[in-house]
């Protein structure tokens, strides 16, 4: 959940949002090197008297041709891994389906026969006392914690996103179109997320809620639910 005056990413609840963590504070000290290297030269050369030596120096034209190439490798290999690793799902234990309409969620959960609902945000007239106004729905995503979940996203009218950032899931919802995605919720608790693409004119007000749970807990509500 995100505060007052937060800089940076919400608290990773999942090993993807984790290591995307890891790779924005390594792009931003090879962003700070870059900055500080420039900065220095910049400072040299208008305090300096540079000679033709140095300005005619072809070690320094192979640096600058060499530096910037490592630099990206240095970016690129850690971002192409990520990349790989939010691309492969591998025997998911549960399969959730999300639809997107306007301007509400329908969840329904394939492994299980006749476990469907929709989600709507709560209205603030109908909000419990602590519940977080415009952010709270009335009925959240029920997923057992430490198991992967394949999440299928797709829309039934018009471009929609499905978006959690605590988990590190964001994928677009589009009409006629499946998408998929996964995550592990790596500890129970209860994680909001919003529509990211602007779908119209209450597109502000089509929450997300996951709740992760232990699994004696969720097998216990998908048995409630299905009953």
Known sequence: MANHMQFGFQDASSPIMEELTQFHDHALMVALAICSLVLYLLTVMLTE???????????????????????LIMLALPS?????????????????????????????????????FDSYMTPTTDLPLGHFRLLEVDHRVIVPTSSTVRVIVTADDVLHSWAVPSLGVKTDAIPGRL??????????????????????????????????????????????MSS
């Open 179 to 224: 998408n998929q995605t996964s995550f592990l919720a790596s500890r129970p608790g209860i994680y909001y997320g919003q529509c990211s693409e602007i779908c119209g004119a209450n597109h502000s007000f089509m929450p997300i809620v996951v709740e992760a749970a232990p699994l004696a807990n969720f097998e216990n509500w998908s048995t409630l």
């Open 80 to 116: 192409l891994r990520i990349l790989y690793m939010m691309d492969e799902i591998n025997e998911p234990n549960l399969t959730l389906k999300a639809i997107g309409h306007q301007w509400y969620w329908t969840y329904e959960y394939t492994d299980f026969k006749d476990l469907t």
């Open 49 to 71: 008297n540079l000679t033709s030596n140095t300005v005619d120096a072809q070690a320094i034209e192979l640096v600058w041709t060499i530096l910037p190439a490592a630099v």
